[in-house]
């Protein structure tokens, strides 16, 4: 049963990846990658306030299949970061590669630990 909950958590996190990614790209007119940097920051709050919700025993033991592995797995994306990290780099805007390597960890980092202390501030309500 654990492939099913993770196959339907993918099934809603990749279109949505792309339409956000899409979404925000769109309205920015800069060689940064705000669309990728946006899904991994919002995928990394989303797995942070899923680990307090299950590290306080508010999830049932399918949701960390379903959301964790499945959507967050399909939403957020290494291998496009990377990507893009080398090919901003490559032509010649190593300036911003460096801005986007840097400011996608810090960013995530910072949005797991806000998911987080959500999640456990929510278990205690």
């Known amino acids: 049963m654990s492939a099913v909950w993770v196959v339907l958590g993918a099934a809603v996190g ?65 291998s496009t970061f990377g990507y893009e990290t080398r090919a901003l780099a490559a032509n010649e805007a190593r300036t911003l590669a460096v801005l986007n390597a840097a400011g996608s960890v810090l960013a995530g980092f910072g949005a797991a630990a806000t998911g987080l202390l959500l999640g456990l501030a929510l278990a205690q309500l």
């Open 14 to 78: 990749a279109p949505l990846r792309y339409l956000l990614d899409q979404a925000v790209q769109a309205r920015h007119r800069s060689l940064f990658p705000w669309g990728t940097f946006t899904v991994n920051v919002v995928g990394c709050a989303v797995l942070g306030l899923l680990a307090g919700l299950a590290l306080t025993g508010h999830t049932a033991g399918w949701v960390p299949e379903l959301v964790g592995t499945g959507f967050c797995g399909a939403l957020s994306t290494y």
